[in-house]
Nanobody
Framework: QVQLVETGGGLVQPGGSLRLSCVAS????????MGWYRQAPGNKRELVAT???????NYADSVKGRFTISRDNAKNTAYLQMNSLRPEDTAVYYC?????????????????WGQGTQVTVSS
């Protein structure tokens, strides 16, 4: 079907920046929405940002003005530029995508998740 692979996580000091990437691969017919979610220890997974194929974006209030989501439709890739990072941004960040994949002449809906990448903000 469709697989997602995230890269770009790591350890950064408060106030620093990181850029996450998410590449989708497989029998992709179309990708509608790509998004980033995060989950800190003991917390539920929460929305960070989403972007449609047309470029419309949505952000959690906690990251507005600091994070920017973008995508390259030709490369089936989404990015999350994270600036002014805070300790409370520490979490595993997951990529999500939904759309349609094809098998022969038939296409089917998909909703896929990546394996997650750790982001740690600490001095």
């Amino acid at each position: 079907q469709v697989q997602l692979v995230e890269t770009g996580g790591g350890l950064v000091q408060p106030g620093g920046s990181l850029r996450l990437s998410c590449v989708a691969s497989g029998s992709i017919f179309s990708i509608d929405v790509m998004g980033w979610y995060r989950q800190a220890p003991g917390n539920k997974r929460e929305l960070v940002a989403t972007i449609t194929s047309g470029g419309s974006t949505n952000y959690a209030d906690s990251v507005k003005g600091r994070f920017t989501i973008s995508r390259d439709n030709a490369k089936n890739t989404a990015y999350l530029q994270m600036n002014s990072l805070r300790p409370e941004d520490t979490a595993v960040y997951y990529c999500n995508a939904n759309g349609r994949w094809y098998s022969g002449r038939i296409n089917h809906p998909f909703n896929s998740w990546g394996q997650g990448t750790q982001v740690t903000v600490s001095s």
